[in-house]
Each structure stands twice: as C-alpha cells, then as structure tokens.
C-alpha cells in the first residue's frame, strides 16, 4: 500500500494560504505594486467563490490592515509574524492523509536570515489544529515538485547544495525524502534558473502538470537559460514511462540592467483557475494559452507578477495550499 506523500497540486484544495508583502524595508518602491499584485492572484485563486478558501498570510497589524482594505470579503487575514512572503518554501507540507511536515530552515543557504522565517510552517500549522511532524534538516518546499504518485523532480543545485545539508549524501538525501514525505522516486535535475537566489529552485524549471507529465521551458530567443533548459529535458527524456512537454519561456527578463529569474512556470494549480505569472515579454499569451492546454478542466488566468518578482520569486513561491 502506498504510503501517505504530499497529494499533486492540482488534486483538491480546501484553502491556501498567501503570504501578503508586510515589511515596507524590504520591498521599498515596490511594496504598494506587490501588494496589488498578490490581491489580484488571491483574487484569481477564489474565482467568485468557484476556487478555494484564500487565507492571507500578514506579518502585522499594519498589513492586515491593508491586506483587509484591499481584498474585501474574498479572503481570510491571520496575522503570524513572518520574515517574507515565501511560504512555499517556509510553510509546512501537507500530505494525503491530512498530516503535515516541518523541515528546517536556513534562509536558502544563508543569504536571507530573518526572524519569524524559520518557525512559521509550525505556527499556521497549529492554526489549522495539524498533526506536526518536524525533520531534522534543511528543505524548502518549491525545492520540490510531485505528481501525487510518489514521484518527485527536484535540481542537484539546490538539494546538494552545501550550503543546506553539508553532512547528507545525495543517497542519504533520497532515503529522507522517502522517509519524511512517502515520496518513492526522485527525478534528479542539474542547475535552475540564472541568478535565482534560491539555488535552483525546481518550481521555477520544471513542474508536473498531470501523473508521468513533466512541463518545462522551451527556450525563446536570446534566452539566458537556454542550456539549463535543455539539459533539464534531456534528464527527463531518458526516463522510462515520463512524458515531456515543453512551455515558452519569457527569455531574458531584465530589471536595472540585470537578468532576472522570470519564469512561467511558477504557475499556481488552483481548484478552479492556474494563475500564469506574466512580465510583460513577447510569449505572455501564448504561456497563458500552453497552460489552458494542459488544464482544460480549469481556467489559465496570467497575471503581471514583475513587482513580486523584485523579491525573487512569484505565485507557486509565495501560496502553499491545503489539501481537501
């Protein structure tokens, strides 16, 4: 019998919680845009009531205040303190059978140290009155991406990164995974996307779209990740029974001069939409219309995400659902 793993994005949700941007210190100029930007994904997400329950996330009494002002009646605001928006990756991973995990965490190898980061996955957890189980070493959840079967995609660059788990094999690695979230075959992928501070992070690469189905980016021109996309479909490829299906990619996404980690495929797999984040590039529509491909029980809403992206991620970075 199958053991308990995270169920796959697009199984049901019963809410999902969105962090809402609440340190003006750390956004500066794009606090206002980003908080624009994650009501109109909240918004999206519930769909008038046909998606699932929104519960966003603030880090204070002030950003409750607006996160109040701005979404109306459509969303739940809590308020748990936090040191940003990123709760894929700090928020608790819930599994089929309703229980959820912990892991620990590190500021994504250190870079980004803030207080309330590292214990806010137990906090909400608490609030929904969850069975906690914590784990012993460091994993963000957008380092992961599954298809509910047991079957997991995730970069060399992040996992075996030393500045994670410096002790742990990469067999050793494999052996928690199974552990810790039921999880029974890892697709091991090289490097993520340039200049993406969170080493690599697989919701940015690759992202299973339904049970052996594997989306990742086809290269646009003049596209600085050209090579890790096609290494990353080359690995895919060669795995019996796994289907590849390839996405346009916005290319070279630039702010003040330099490349930025813009991708399509942090898409959010929600009840009822899958919310495209869009930055103003020349494949906008035609991601939008890739995804509705692959979700026709869904409606593929893209939305411009470049002031969340200023923090360095988008949608599927900043939302962690709970499974009905």
């Known amino acids: 019998m199958m053991r308990p793993c995270p169920p796959a994005e697009w199984a049901p949700h019963k809410a999902v ?12 100029d794009d606090l206002e845009p980003a908080r624009s930007e994650v009501t109109a994904f909240a918004r999206a997400v519930h769909a008038d009531g046909r998606g699932e329950r929104v519960i966003l996330v603030t880090a204070d009494e002030e950003a409750a205040k607006a996160a109040r002002r701005m979404a109306g009646d459509f969303a739940d605001v809590v308020v748990e303190p936090f040191g940003d928006i990123w709760l894929r990756d700090t928020g608790p991973i819930l599994l089929s059978d309703g229980s959820a995990r912990d892991f620990g965490f590190n500021g ?58 410096p002790a742990l094999s990469k067999a050793e690695i494999e052996q928690r995974l199974r552990d810790d979230l039921g999880l029974v075959d890892v697709l091991w992928l090289g490097d993520g996307l340039m200049h993406d501070h969170t080493d690599g992070h697989v919701d940015n690469l690759a992202r299973f779209v339904a049970p052996g189905v594997l989306a990742i980016p086809d290269a646009a021109e003049n596209d600085p990740n050209w090579r890790v996309y096609q290494r990353a479909a080359q690995a895919a490829g060669a795995v019996d029974g796994l289907e590849v299906v390839r996405l346009p990619s916005p290319g070279r996404v630039l702010r003040d001069e330099e490349i930025v980690p813009a991708s399509y495929m942090n898409f959010y797999i929600g009840n009822a939409t899958v919310v495209v984040p869009l930055y103003g590039a020349p494949n906008d529509e035609a991601a939008v219309a890739a995804v509705q491909a692959l979700f026709p029980g869904r409606t593929a809403v893209g939305l411009r995400a470049d002031a969340i992206l200023t923090g360095g991620g988008s949608f599927h970075c900043i939302s962690q659902q709970i499974p009905a």
């Open 17 to 28: 919680w969105i962090g809402f941007p609440s340190h003006p210190e750390l956004w500066e």
């Open 108 to 165: 994504w190898g250190g870079k980004y140290d803030l207080p309330g980061d590292d214990d806010i996955g137990r906090r909400l957890a608490a609030r929904k009155r969850l069975t906690v189980e914590s784990c012993d070493w460091i994993l963000e959840g957008g380092a992961l991406d599954g298809d509910g079967t047991g079957l997991v995609v995730t970069t060399e660059q992040c996992l075996l990164n030393p500045n994670r788990n």
